[in-house]
T-cell receptor
Framework: GAVVSQHPSRVICKSGTSVKIECRSL??????MFWYRQFPKQSLMLMAT?????????EQGVEKDKFLINHASLTLSTLTVTSAHPEDSSFYIC?????????????FGSGTRLTVV | TQLLEQSPQFLSIQEGENLTVYCNSS?????LQWYRQEPGEGPVLLVT?????EVKKLKRLTFQFGDARKDSSLHITAAQPGDTGLYLC???????????FGTGTQLKVEL
């Protein structure tokens, strides 16, 4: 089955620094990946759609200059949280769609717990 | 904005009990998926329903898609502690590739 690897699983950073999170599709190519944010005991909120070779599409209310997305290859998308602040602390999850499984084949990474101190 | 409201929000039951989780929207979805998520992990797909009125069974779990494709339900028979987790419905609109997630139902099954 399709596997999406997300790294790191946990990261603690100081306020004002930047953090990069990687999302890789291990056994399939993904022209589109998705980035979500999840607060404790809440649902997933879509932040942006990452498009290989082009600019990401951000959801309303998401600061594109703060959450930089790069999708440089068909198997890798990165999310960089710039100038992180404590309110950016959250669980970030990526997903990719493996079209070999049809249009409904979404696979999720295991998430990254970001803590900004 | 398409909203998917799930109910109940929290559910704590004893092992062996039955339960139903509902996922409702005013929007029509071309398909609807159910996921289960454990703490510190990403969601794992349980099922996809596509046709209005469709019923799918996965062992003790029964999923139904409403006739109008605006709502869905998940029924668990004889719940077990291993069923504990966050259950999420997610809808896909026609022609789109973005999943809209429901508000979530936190289930706890105790011995």
């Amino acid at each position: 089955g399709a596997v999406v690897s997300q790294h790191p699983s946990r990261v603690i950073c100081k306020s004002g620094t930047s953090v990069k999170i990687e999302c890789r599709s291990l056994d399939f190519q993904a022209t589109t990946m998705f980035w979500y944010r999840q607060f404790p005991k809440q649902s997933l909120m879509l932040m942006a759609t990452s498009n290989e070779g082009s600019k990401a599409t951000y959801e309303q209310g998401v600061e594109k200059d703060k959450f930089l997305i790069n999708h440089a290859s068909l198997t890798l998308s990165t999310l960089t949280v710039t100038s992180a602040h404590p309110e950016d602390s959250s669980f970030y999850i990526c997903s990719a769609r493996d079209l070999r499984q049809g249009v409904y084949g979404y696979t999720f990474g295991s998430g990254t717990r970001l803590t900004v101190v | 904005t398409q909203l998917l409201e799930q109910s109940p929000q929290f559910l704590s039951i004893q092992e062996g009990e039955n339960l139903t989780v509902y996922c409702n929207s005013s929007s029509v979805f071309s398909s609807l998926q159910w996921y289960r998520q454990e703490p510190g992990e990403g969601p794992v797909l349980l099922v996809t329903v596509v046709t209005g009125g469709e019923v799918k069974k996965l062992k003790r779990l029964t999923f139904q898609f409403g006739d109008a494709r605006k709502d869905s339900s998940l029924h668990i028979t004889a719940a077990q502690p291993g069923d504990t987790g966050l259950y999420l419905c997610a809808g896909l609109t026609g022609g789109g590739n973005k999943l809209t997630f429901g508000t979530g139902t936190q289930l706890k099954v105790e011995l």
